[in-house]
C-alpha cells in the first residue's frame, strides 16, 4: 500500500523529531512492504520567514491532498514581536480548522521503566495510570470573537467562550466510543458552577451518555480535575473536555509521565485523514543540538498508522519497539538519570533496531 504524508517540520526541534519519525517510518514500510510518501510543506516561523505567513495556501492545499499529516512544532523567540494573527501559533489553529479537526487525542500512561522519573509520591506511581483526554479542539475561547475596547479602566482585551450543542454533542460521542473501547469509564470536565458554557456541556454530555448505558460517567470541575490529576490519577481512563480545559490539563497529565517528551497527539475529524504531533513545543533553546527526545513524534506517527491507516500491527510494532528500548535503559537527557544520554539520532537508531 502507498500513503501519502504531509510533513509540516515547523521551527526549533521540529525537523530533527520528524525527520525520526520519517526514519521509523520508513523501516517500518520495509517491514511490512507499504510506501510512505513524504511531501514537506512549510508552516509557523519558518512559513513566516519564507513567505510572510504562518500558514500559507500551499500548505493548506499539501495537508488536504495528503492522507494524512505530521507535524513537529511551531514558533519560538524570534518571532514573539509579531502581532497575534501573524505568530507561528496561529498556524496551528488554522490548519485544524482548515483539515476540520475537531478531536483531539493525547494518550497520558506512566510506562514502568520510567516510574522514577515521574514526581509523584511512591504509593501513587505504584498505581499506574493510562488516561485518554478526548480534547474538542475547534470551539471555545480559542476560536471565539477577541479584541480590544475601551472599558472602565482604559483599554481592554477580550476573549469570548463560546458552544454550541452539535460541537458538545459530537465530542461526547468520540469520548463515550473511546471509552467502551477501554475501561467503560468516562469523565466529563467542565466549570457549570461559574460558566453558561459549561452548563450547556454538562447537559448535553448526559443527554449524550443515555445512548451509552454500560459507560460509567462523572462530572468534574475542572479546578478538582487540575488536582485529582496529581493526587490520584489511576481514577481516570477517559477524560473529555474543551478547548482550553483540554489544552491546560494535558499538558499537567504529561508531566507526571516522567517527560513532556514522551507523550503523542491526534487530531481527527470526520474522516480518516488526520493531524499527528508530540504536545510538547518547539524547545528552540536545544534545537539543532541533537538533545531533543524524538519518542513522542515517532508515538504519533504509530497513531497514525492505527487511526487514519487502520494498520493496527505496524502500531503496535512501533510501540512495542520503544518499550523495549526503554525497558533496556536508554535514555535522552530529558528522562535520563545519571549515565551517558543518547542523542535525537541514537534514539531513533535505537527503536529501529528494536523493531
Not at 28 to 56: C, Q, R, S
Not at 141 to 159: N, P, S
Not at 194 to 207: A, F, I, M
Not at 314 to 341: C, F, M, P, Q
Request: with cysteine; charged share 25%; net charge negative.
Amino acid at each position: 500500500m502507498q500513503y501519502k504524508i504531509g510533513l509540516l517540520r515547523g521551527d526549533g526541534i521540529g525537523p530533527e523529531i520528524v525527520d525520526s519519525a520519517v526514519r521509523v517510518l520508513e523501516a517500518v514500510g520495509n517491514k511490512y512492504g507499504h510506501e510512505f510518501v513524504f511531501t514537506p510543506y512549510l508552516i509557523g516561523g519558518a512559513a513566516i520567514d519564507a513567505t510572510g505567513k504562518p500558514l500559507p495556501e500551499e500548505t493548506v492545499e499539501g495537508c488536504l491532498a495528503s492522507d494524512s499529516v505530521l507535524l513537529g512544532a511551531v514558533g519560538g523567540p524570534k518571532w514573539d514581536i509579531l502581532p497575534g494573527h501573524l505568530r507561528p501559533e496561529k498556524a496551528l489553529l488554522g490548519i485544524r480548522a482548515a483539515m476540520e479537526l475537531f478531536t483531539n487525542l493525547r494518550p497520558a500512561k506512566l510506562y514502568p521503566a520510567l516510574k522514577a522519573e515521574c514526581p509523584l509520591r511512591e504509593d501513587i506511581v505504584d498505581k499506574g495510570f493510562d488516561i485518554m483526554i478526548v480534547r474538542e479542539l475547534t470551539g471555545g475561547i480559542y476560536f471565539g470573537e477577541r479584541g480590544y475596547r475601551q472599558g472602565k479602566y482604559g483599554e481592554e482585551a477580550y476573549d469570548t467562550e463560546c458552544y454550541s450543542r452539535m460541537e458538545i454533542e459530537r465530542i461526547a460521542r468520540v469520548a463515550f466510543e473511546s471509552a467502551r473501547k477501554r475501561r467503560k469509564k468516562l469523565t466529563s470536565i467542565d466549570k457549570a458552577n461559574v460558566l453558561e458554557t459549561s452548563r450547556l456541556w454538562r447537559k448535553v454530555v448526559h443527554e449524550v451518555a443515555a445512548e451509552y448505558p454500560d459507560v460509567e460517567v462523572q462530572d468534574m470541575l475542572v479546578d478538582n480535575a487540575a488536582m485529582q490529576l496529581v493526587r490520584n490519577p489511576s481514577q481516570f481512563d477517559v477524560i473529555v473536555t474543551s478547548n482550553m480545559f483540554g489544552d491546560i490539563l494535558s499538558d499537567e497529565a504529561s508531566q507526571i509521565t516522567g517527560s513532556i517528551g514522551m507523550l503523542e497527539s491526534a487530531s481527527l475529524g470526520n474522516t480518516k485523514r488526520g493531524l499527528y504531533e508530540p504536545i510538547h513545543g518547539s524547545a528552540p533553546d536545544i534545537a539543532g543540538q541533537g538533545k531533543a527526545n524524538p519518542i513522542a513524534t515517532i508515538l504519533s506517527a504509530a497513531m497514525m498508522l492505527l487511526y487514519s491507516f487502520d494498520l493496527a500491527a505496524e502500531s503496535n510494532a512501533i510501540v512495542a519497539a520503544v518499550d523495549k528500548v526503554l525497558a533496556s535503559g536508554l535514555r535522552t537527557a530529558d528522562i535520563a538519570r545519571g549515565g551517558d544520554a543518547l542523542s535525537t539520532t541514537q534514539m531513533t537508531d535505537a527503536i529501529i533496531a528494536a523493531l
